[in-house]
Each structure stands twice: as structure tokens, then as C-alpha cells.
């Protein structure tokens, strides 16, 4: 039995004190959901004082990114360690944006999860096709591009230890989100491809999100697809009573909020 995994990646938005207000915000609504596993992804100023406020909650804390060396002259970055010392559980990695706007590559996306696991960090490990991709029938080609590749060599240990997020580019800040039957289809599709790659034991233990205009009204629709095992949120994660009601609709639960 997967348990489910609800994220949100704030992207570039909040300031220090938007964070704290949201992460109270989430604290004081969620405190008592235990049937999935809560996620937020500040970005990098916030991550230290969300953590702080996260310890001993039932909420995590992850990071947008992480750089593969351990330590050095790599101006502007930031390790797995430097992350995993603050408090920090998860780190998104290969996220669409990164692969389009810096250079992110399968390649470096496998160093980053490969620094990740090494620092006891879960890799959030993003993949997905863009319009023109889909439009092409390219979508099985490129997802498997970027599994093979951006997770070669990890171990059999190893791969049990990590998240994918399949996130569709067309459907990442549009609205248009894929109907709960395509996104079935590819997360089968991933799942049968770790099954290939690691064993079927495996694959059946790996969670995997859909991300892509999640929202409050197609989240459980989203979550009751067998291969669906949580959601990795942008836009809709950024506002306390919408990621409240997206964690409370994927698992089940009767909203006590009004939107
Ligand atoms: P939206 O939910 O805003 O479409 O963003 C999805 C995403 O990119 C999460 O990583």
C-alpha cells in the first residue's frame, strides 16, 4: 500500500514573512492528517525558518533544487548536505522549469538525485512531455528519456527512496489539467517502466505524483486513479485554504473550510 504524498512547490513566491504566514496557515488546518504524507517546497530564504516552524509536525519541508557537489566555489548553489542540516527532507529535482529556463539536463538531473540519496534527502524527481511533445506521440518516448537517463545507475536500494512527479508541461500553470483517465495512463506507463528497469516488488512501492493545475475540484478525481499516489502542487499550494482542501479531498476527508 502506497501512502499518498501531497506537495506544493512554491516556486518563486512568497517572501520570508508570506511563508511563515502560509506555513501557520497549514500547520494549524492540517495538524491532524496522518493518512498522507505533506510536503512544502519554499524557496531557498524561506526553507530554514519553515523548517524551524515544521519540526515535529506532521508536515515535511523540500527543497526547488539542490546542486550535486558536496561542497566549493559553485557560486549560488546549494548542496543536499547544506539542505538535509537545516531540517530539510525532500528536494524537487528536474522540474520542468528548471529543464526549460537552466539548462537542466537528464544528465544533471541524475548527479542531483545521486548527491540527494547520498545526504539522506528524497529526490522529488519530475518528468513530463511538453504540448508539442504530446502532439507528436512523443509522450511515452520522452518519459522514458527521462527516467532511463535521469535515473540511471541508482540501485535497486536506492530507487525505493525516491518520488517521481510526472508532470505534464502543457498542464503546469494553464488550468488545463490532464482528465484523470490520460494521467492514469502515463503513471501506468511509469510504473510498468520501473517495473522493466528495478523489479515489479519495486515498482509497486514507488509513489508517483501527478502535478499540473492540481486543484480543489479535480484532486480527488485525480487521487482514486490506481497509479496515482499523490499530487505535486504549484499555483494552488500557494493559498492556505486551497492546499488545505486539496490534501483533505485527496485523502478522503471532508473539507471544513469555505473557499
Ligand atoms: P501548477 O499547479 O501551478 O500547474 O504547477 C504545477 C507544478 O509545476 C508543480 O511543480
Redesign the pocket.
Known amino acids: 500500500m502506497r501512502k499518498p504524498i501531497i506537495a506544493g512547490?512554491w516556486?518563486m513566491y512568497k517572501t520570508l514573512t508570506e511563508a511563515i504566514e502560509l506555513v501557520n496557515g497549514l500547520k494549524r488546518n492540517l495538524y491532524d492528517i496522518i493518512e498522507a504524507d505533506i510536503v512544502v517546497c519554499p524557496s531557498f530564504v524561506a526553507l530554514d525558518s519553515v523548517s524551524e516552524i515544521l519540526i515535529e509536525s506532521n508536515i515535511d519541508c523540500g527543497a526547488q533544487d539542490v546542486y550535486w557537489e558536496k561542497e566549493g566555489a559553485y557560486t549560488g548553489e546549494v548542496s543536499a548536505v547544506m539542505l538535509k542540516d537545516i531540517g530539510c527532507k525532500y528536494a524537487?529535482i528536474g522540474?520542468?522549469?528548471r529543464r526549460q529556463y537552466f539548462n537542466e539536463t537528464n544528465d544533471t538531473v541524475n548527479k542531483k538525485v545521486k548527491a540527494a540519496l547520498a545526504a539522506g534527502l528524497t529526490p522529488i524527481v519530475?518528468v513530463g512531455e511538453t504540448l508539442t511533445e504530446r502532439e507528436a506521440s512523443k509522450t511515452f518516448e520522452v518519459i522514458k528519456d527521462h527516467i532511463q537517463n535521469g535515473l540511471s545507475g541508482i540501485t535497486k536500494e536506492d530507487i525505493l527512496k525516491i518520488v517521481v512527479?510526472y508532470?505534464p508541461v502543457w498542464?503546469?500553470?494553464?488550468g488545463k489539467t490532464a482528465t484523470p483517465g490520460e494521467a492514469q495512463e502515463v503513471h501506468a506507463f511509469i510504473r510498468k517502466l520501473l517495473a522493466d528497469l528495478w523489479g515489479k516488488e519495486a515498482a509497486d512501492s514507488i509513489r508517483i505524483q501527478y502535478?499540473?493545475?492540481?486543484k480543489p475540484d479535480n484532486a480527488a478525481s485525480l487521487m482514486a486513479q490506481e497509479d496515482i499516489d499523490g499530487a505535486?502542487?504549484?499555483?494552488?499550494?500557494l493559498k492556505v485554504d486551497s492546499f488545505t482542501e486539496i490534501v483533505k479531498k485527496s485523502v478522503g476527508r471532508q473539507s471544513c473550510t469555505h473557499l
Open positions: 512547490n516556486k524537487i522540474h520542468s522549469e519530475c512527479a508532470e498542464a503546469i500553470g494553464t502535478g499540473g493545475s492540481v505535486l502542487v504549484g499555483g494552488a499550494s
